[in-house]
């Protein structure tokens, strides 16, 4: 299995890194689509190295990458490409925290991206500070209760107005992710489609700030 490819930033402090966050990226974009948000949250978190991963497979398009292909989108099938994807990035993050000599680390994503967080992080055992799903959904809800090895604090954002994945996705998530008793803080913006706004990213920088300071 490859390493997957990455964009790194900070720590804007210059000093020891003492934190990692690793955002995913979503359906057909790549590593340079989400490096500007450690720009947005270095006050929140300025000991964080980030790092933007390219998802393991080119997109079907051939344009951009993705973590798996959506030409089918039969909960099977769906389930079996996350399960597929899920060494990709769980490995990434073991080498990311090596290489910056850290053991605090946060995940974020963006639709496919906050796809592959959720189900990934929830299923790590070294567990993370905080999962920040954005536009997303939970896939193979229930499959989580018996698979489950953390209870990592969840932050949901999502657009009420989201037409590429319906903001009914992060209803479900929460629903499910509170049954199995996990931690989630959830957001549903009016007015916002599939994207990410200045509302978002200061509920992230908060979540960043507690799931870190926690560990601390």
């Known amino acids: 299995m490859a390493a997957l490819n990455a964009l790194r ?76 994807a899920m060494p990709y990035l769980s490995d990434f993050i073991d080498a990311e925290r090596k290489r910056a000599g850290v053991r605090h680390y946060a995940v974020m994503g963006f639709s496919q991206g906050a796809m592959i967080t959720l189900f990934t992080g929830l299923r790590r055992k070294d567990a993370p500070c905080a999962l920040l799903a954005y536009s997303g959904a939970l896939l193979a809800p229930e499959t989580l209760p018996a698979e489950l090895a953390n209870k990592a604090p969840v932050l949901l954002v999502h657009g009420e107005a989201d037409e590429a994945v319906p903001v009914g996705r992060s209803h479900d998530a929460e629903a499910a992710l509170r049954a199995a008793g996990v931690p989630v803080d959830a957001h549903y913006l009016p007015g916002l489609g599939h994207g990410l706004d200045d509302t978002g990213l200061s509920l992230g920088a908060l979540a960043l700030q507690r799931g870190f300071a926690t560990a601390d």
């Open 9 to 84: 930033w900070g720590p804007a402090s210059k000093g020891t890194p003492r934190q990692l966050v690793v955002l995913c990226h979503g359906l057909g974009a790549d590593a340079h689509d989400l490096i500007d948000l450690a720009h947005a949250w270095a006050d929140a978190c300025p000991d964080a190295v980030f790092a933007s991963v390219d998802a393991p497979f080119s997109h079907d398009s051939g344009f951009g990458r993705q973590w798996w292909s959506v030409a089918d989108r039969t909960p099977s099938v769906m389930e079996a490409g996350v399960r597929r």
